[in-house]
């Protein structure tokens, strides 16, 4: 299984196991494998055991949704229902106001309609519903007194991430990050510090080319330091100084 949860419930003694599969396409083979997983949970665990795929496509959905009877005509010794969340059982969230009413079913549609056309919209939506949460429980989490809000936020902007796969809906989402990582101060996750990284990697190449392409000799100390910098607001004030400087050292000014 990708992954296996023991899922506690208020009021309930023991509560639950929770097995969950991402699935790409249609796999007859996975029928046997989801039923000895389930039945080996049960054995295991002595716990209710409860089957969750993830697809995004409705063919692979729907496919996945069927119950798996075990046995023949004559009898049916096992059935497994299994839950099934992807596009067309998941709703389209393309309300900012939506998708921070309840974070994690927004993201669940977002990964549900990664191959959707309209996945930018939905991205979009869930990108300023995050956002808008993280200003209401607070723009940034104390560890010690607040267990909630920006957490949850970094959490989720994470899986969301790693959810999308490679491909264009990945880099838009990290595009809307970077967008909103002023609503995001401090959270230091390594998600949040690429993005930095990633600008900052982008100014420092801007620098170079600007001086390259005026002719301006870039000495390899000077190169390096500004390859070096991850400082935005500092690699902001060479890139204005980039434009006019004489000399590649003037980018650093009286410093």
């Known amino acids: 299984m990708d992954s296996v949860f023991r899922v506690r419930v208020a009021g309930e003694e023991g509560g639950f196991v929770l097995a969950v599969e991402s699935q790409g396409k249609p796999d007859p083979d996975k029928h046997s494998s989801w039923t000895y997983y389930l039945a080996h949970l049960y054995a295991k665990y002595r716990l209710p055991p409860f089957l969750l795929v ?12 069927e119950p798996i009877r075990v046995g023949r005509g004559f009898h049916t010794s096992m059935v497994v229902f299994p839950l099934v969340l992807g596009p067309g059982i998941l709703p389209v969230i393309t309300e900012a106001d939506e998708a921070a ?3 994690g079913v927004a993201v669940f549609s977002a ?4 191959r959707d056309p309209g996945l930018t ?10 956002a808008d949460d993280a200003e209401k429980s607070g723009s940034r989490g104390d560890s010690e007194t607040d267990e909630g809000g920006d957490v ?12 999308l796969g490679e491909g264009p809906g990945r880099d838009y989402w990290r595009h809307l990050m970077a967008t909103y990582t002023p609503n995001f101060p401090g959270s230091n996750t390594i998600v949040e510090e690429s993005w930095l990284e990633g600008r900052a990697k982008g100014k420092a190449e801007d620098i170079l080319h600007i001086l390259e392409v005026r002719g301006i000799e870039i000495p390899d100390s000077v190169r390096e330091r500004v390859t070096d910098c991850t400082d935005l607001d500092v690699l902001g004030t060479w890139l204005d100084r980039s434009l006019s400087a004489a000399h590649a050292e003037e980018l650093f000014g009286e410093e």
């Open 101 to 103: 009413r309840d974070i």
């Open 152 to 163: 949850d936020r970094v959490d989720w902007a994470e899986i969301v991430e790693i959810g």
């Open 111 to 114: 990964l549900a309609y990664a």
């Open 54 to 65: 993830v697809c995004k496509d409705k063919a692979t959905a729907s496919w996945a949704a």
């Open 121 to 130: 919209a939905i991205l979009d939506a869930l990108a300023s519903g995050v």
